[in-house]
């Protein structure tokens, strides 16, 4: 069972508002997605299949376009976006024929994104924290001991 702990009734809307504008946000994508795949799918049946043929070759990047958009609006994360489209842009690079094996690309880039990761931990700041008390990196704290 969840529990939500709220300051305020203003809080509650708020929240409530957050939530209804996500849900819009995703019933927009979903919806643009699949008019999309459904206007291709009923052109190759009406013998133009271009529309058809180009999404087969793209679909790659429009998971990807799709996740992206999800983060610019608040509703995803930084990690699962780019672990998507690290994943997602491997299978677009098989699909245009610039790579032959998933799996020989996957791992080292599981690599380079671990790297990143480790690397964007150690330079973020502590929350709090401001240039006055960040030397190099390291917070400093100043404590009065004339006391």
């Known amino acids: 069972m969840m529990q939500f702990n709220f300051q305020s009734m203003g809080d509650l809307e708020q929240a409530k508002q957050e939530f209804v504008r996500k849900q819009r946000i995703n019933g927009a994508l979903l919806g643009g997605s699949l008019l999309i795949l459904g206007i291709a799918m009923a052109m190759a049946q009406l013998g133009e299949p271009s529309l058809w043929m180009l999404i087969r070759m793209w679909w790659p990047s429009l998971v990807i376009l799709f996740f992206a958009v999800r983060l610019s609006a608040g509703i995803g994360t930084v990690k699962w976006t780019l672990i998507m489209t690290v994943i997602f842009g491997i299978i677009q690079l098989q699909k245009l024929d610039i790579v032959s094996s998933f799996w020989g690309l996957f791992w080292p880039l599981v690599l380079v994104v671990i790297g990143i990761s480790m690397l964007m931990k150690r330079f973020q700041r502590p929350a709090g924290t401001t240039d ?11 404590t009065d001991n004339d006391q």
Not at 132 to 142: D, F, L, Q
Request: proline share 0%; net charge negative.
């Open 132 to 142: 006055e008390n960040v030397i190099s990196g390291a917070v400093v704290e100043y």
